[in-house]
């Protein structure tokens, strides 16, 4: 969630501060298509993929659940710098969300502050990425077009989204070249006995079974794309490599591992095929699959994947 930090040596140089503060720059270089549209201009975001999606855009919100620890893991975000706390996503400040007079909230979690509650305050834009019928990715592209729409940003969405499938198109061709091996990208947890998995409707699957490559967790997930697994069970995948993703626990938790008898006897321990990336929000919008495809190509020109 937001407030990791990436920290570990060796990391991929792909820093989302640097990755958003260029969109946004480019965002608010474009003419805009708001001919018509009520924008909103006092608007508080109450999750990470909601912040996400307006800094993508080029918009500058009013108030940020989890600021802090978004300042924390993310550094200094110009399009955030006059935003306010307001608080957990899961338990948002109501007397500051109502002394703040938004315009609109922006939600994609559908956690913490009950809607009737906020509503009362101002209208609620939902926009639900994960445990809907489709993929998250097409989720999440038809969140950040909903948004852009009520905000008059249609040519900014446009204009990532393209960005976006050039990417995926040049990540796939590269990755078609190769004998690739499978992937576990996972998080470590601090018992060095479990971790959590990203499968089936996460944001990373969706990324990698579209440019062809093989996730090597292929196990029920939650609607929300993650399983939390014993490091027993992750020796099925003989040829597979373990991409872990950095946060302010890593450390302690590899500690844990490298203590576990079981963790040592793992194939991919045993060879060497232990990669670390740097943070990437576990629930994120579509901006964080976009930095993930952009560590995915570092990690193909490094041979980091290769199959030999």
Request: charged share 20%.
């Amino acid at each position: 969630m937001v407030g990791h930090r990436a920290a570990a040596q060796g990391r991929l140089r792909i820093g989302r501060r640097a990755f958003l503060s260029s969109l946004a720059a480019l965002a608010y270089g474009m003419p805009a298509a708001r001919a018509g549209l009520p924008a909103a201009r006092r608007i508080v975001a109450l999750d990470a993929p909601s912040t996400e999606m307006l800094v993508t855009l080029g918009i500058e919100p009013l108030g940020v659940a989890g600021l802090e620890g978004y300042r924390q893991a993310e550094g200094d975000i110009a399009a955030l710098r006059n935003s306010v706390d307001v608080g957990f996503f899961y338990e948002p400040n109501l007397e500051l969300l109502q002394s703040l007079k938004p315009d609109l909230f922006v939600n994609s979690f559908g956690v913490g502050a009950p809607a009737a509650l906020l509503k009362r305050i101002a209208p609620v834009l939902s926009l639900p990425i994960y445990g809907g019928p489709g993929s998250s990715q097409e989720a999440a592209a038809g969140a950040l077009r909903r948004i852009a729409d009520r905000m008059g940003r249609r040519d900014e969405a446009q204009a990532f989204l393209a960005t976006y499938e050039e990417r995926l198109s040049a990540l796939e061709e590269k990755a078609r070249t190769r004998r690739l091996r499978p992937v576990y990208l996972a998080s470590p947890l601090l018992d060095g006995r479990h971790v959590i998995l990203y499968g089936r409707n996460s944001l990373f699957d969706d990324v990698l079974r579209g440019i062809g490559m093989r996730n090597a967790f292929d196990g029920q997930s939650s609607l929300w794309g993650v399983a939390s697994m014993g490091v027993d069970r992750l020796a099925a995948e003989r040829e597979a490599v373990f991409v872990y993703i950095e946060s302010p626990v890593t450390q302690a938790a590899l500690k844990a591992l490298d203590a576990s008898a079981i963790w040592k006897t793992l194939p991919f321990v045993k060879a060497g095929r232990v990669v670390s990336i740097p943070y990437l929000e576990m629930y994120g919008a579509l901006p964080t699959a976009y930095r993930f495809a952009g560590i995915l190509e570092s990690l193909l020109d490094r041979g980091a994947l290769d199959a030999g």
